[in-house]
């Protein structure tokens, strides 16, 4: 009964194994974001093991979700194409390739300046590394430079003698004591004068391939923006900042948390224009929302730039107000391009200014201060009140605010202008002073209707 028992358990672990989903097979391979006008854009798959997939549930999307028409199957180690219209951007991108269980396969990030005439895709098929390449080879395997030298051997080979040997007949010699008496001799003739066999001579005529790229750290790569508590669904990422007046090409950088925290770093390769942005999307979660440390490492795990935050909001990113400093705060996203303005926070939305407003005379501002939780300052400045009426005075309280760093320099300035509304004045003005020549008119029209009743009966 027990060895039945084991033969279900068997079959029933073999049919898992057997039937299981196939997902790390499907890879990005090739992807051409700037067609020709009148072309499609596409994105070039590839299935490295020798079986098909059916791919009808998966979803290929680009950083705006936008959706990428994927076929329905892709057969043994070979290759599809994912067509769009007008989804790719042609300076950078992100693609999120899904499978059926909405489980994230692969995440692809390029950036750089493309042209019909170029692609990124990457050497060896379907897990080598990225490059932007000339060539374009949509369905077809990619070609990469060869890394084995031909070797074309060239031989020359001496003849060889031949040596010649001659054996003479004895001579039997009769005499009368009956005595033989045999001679012999050898005589050898060459027929050439031997001579020392040389070696085959080899000659090498090596082809080699391109010598790599060398790895270089650059200086000037900052930290710019990092979402760290993504709304649901949505992936974590860091947007970096290149300050320097020419492209970089970082191959191999680490994006990290606090040291030491138990998650492994990140790698990554992103080209990123001079002056410009590349976002890098992470494939899983790294950051902790109650607070951490994001690290930017280069391919020496040597660390470029790093900030800390205590907590973070949902969907909110933590950005730099000014990049060559380490100040940040929470802001609307601005994935890939110049940081939004701080957020209030809850420190800052019980900030108030209380103005006291006195008959003919000046305004007094008290101002509470408080230190954010940036380490900067914030002051608030009433610059001037607008007089509008002489007695008693109605002042327009414009309020300006400017946000300090430690070493006084102005981080942000906003201006708050609360106006009294002057139309609704004029209204009751105006219809106060038309009331008042209503009762004025009432008033005489009952005098003069009593002066011609007493004339009348006076009359009479």
Partial sequence: MRINYLIVFILLFLNLLINRPVFGALRLNEIYPAPSSGQEEWVELYNDEDKQIDISGYSLTDAANNKITLPATIGPLSFISATSSNVLNNSGDTLNLKNSLNEIIEIITYSGSFNNEKSYARCPDGNGSWSIVTTLTRNQPNPCPSSTPTLTPTYAIEPTPTIAQTIPTPELTSTPSATLIPTTSETIIPTSLPTTIPSPSLTLTPTFPLSPTPLTSYDNIYLSEAMVYPETGESEWVELFNNNDFSVELQNWFLDDISGSGSSPKSFSLNIQAKGYAVFSLSSAMFNNSGDTVRLLDFNHTIKDEFNYSDSKKGKTWGKININENTICLQEPSKGDNNHSCLLTNADEDENTTVTTIANQTLQPT????????????????QKNLQLINTPQLSTKITQYETHNSQGLVLGASTLNKSINYSIIKSLSFSSFSFALLAFSSII????????????WTEF
Avoid at 367 to 382: A, G
Avoid at 448 to 453: E, M, N, R, T, V
Wanted: hydrophobic share 30%.
């Fill in 367 to 382: 101002i509470k201060s408080f230190t954010p939780q940036t380490q900067s300052s914030k002051r608030i400045n009433i």
């Fill in 445 to 456: 029209y009952k005098c003069f209707l009593k002066y011609c009743i007493m004339n009348l």
